[in-house]
């Protein structure tokens, strides 16, 4: 289990953020709450914090000043600022003191939810229930539960990061594995080469979003981590042998 530590000098927003997400679904037992520096740096230790939420401003002091000094005193957390637009040299401060994100404030829960998953996923090598209300991988049509612990580490990084440029290699890289192994424990558990799978999972939320939202089909494509708008038109033809125009016409 871990250790969440919400450091934010004004009590109300370091209450909502523990109202914000369900934590203990994400695995944190344990939230601790700072208004300063010094009483972070006076129970860290014995808070050991996992994940350390922290203000850009905290009173008169700065939220990469606490990185930097816990980052001195040999404390291994994950790091996350909070920043309002005014504050984002302050934020790359924190980025360079080795902070994994900033989020700006007021924080949107769909954002920060994808965030500390990651977090989980990638550097506390946990395990996250992607959507409770739906128990099985829309692509595979399989319960979660079924696939190893490192098969669902990788569908949940696509889950969460499908927009972005990722690749069998990237994540290998990640796991500390041998790209071509990696993906053969893919094929074998799942019948798919990963890359097929991404790209499977690029169209099932390109094809919610045509339907359910009236997004610019370019907004979409460009949502799904397609910069060509060629090969997103391809890809989608050649998967739903429809147009994304045609789907959200109604016409198949």
């Not at 014995?46 to 008169?60: A, E, F, H, Q, S």
């Not at 769909?110 to 128990?135: F, M, S, W, Y």
Request: charged share 25%.
């Amino acid at each position: 289990m871990y250790t969440l530590v919400i450091v934010d000098d004004e009590p109300a927003i370091a209450e909502g953020i523990c109202r914000l997400l369900d934590w203990k679904s994400l695995g944190f037992e344990r939230i601790r709450t700072a208004r300063s520096c010094f009483e972070v740096v006076s129970h860290v230790v014995d808070w050991k914090p996992d994940v350390c939420l922290v203000d850009v401003r905290i009173g008169n002091e700065f939220g990469y000043e606490l990185i930097n000094c816990l980052n001195g005193m040999g404390v291994k957390s994950n790091y996350i600022m909070m920043s309002g637009y005014d504050d984002f040299q302050y934020a790359c401060e924190a980025l360079r003191c080795g902070a994994v994100d900033y989020l700006l404030k007021p924080l949107d829960k769909d954002q920060l939810q994808k965030r500390i998953e990651q977090v989980v996923v990638e550097n506390l090598h946990g395990t996250v229930q992607l959507e409770v209300r739906k128990n099985e991988d829309p692509i595979l049509r399989r319960p979660y539960e079924e696939f190893s612990p490192l098969i669902r580490k990788i569908v949940m990084i696509v889950a969460m990061e499908y927009g972005q440029h990722i690749s069998l290699k990237s994540i290998a890289d990640r796991f500390r594995m041998n790209a071509t192994y990696l993906g053969q424990i893919f094929i074998k558990e799942t019948d798919m080469k990963f890359s097929e799978y991404l790209m499977a999972y690029r169209m099932y939320v390109a094809r919610e979003r045509i339907l359910n939202t009236d997004d610019k089909i370019s907004s979409v494509a460009a949502e799904v981590g397609y910069s060509n708008m060629n090969y997103f038109y391809q890809h989608f033809h050649n998967y739903y042998d429809s147009t994304p125009s045609e789907m959200r016409a109604g016409k198949n």
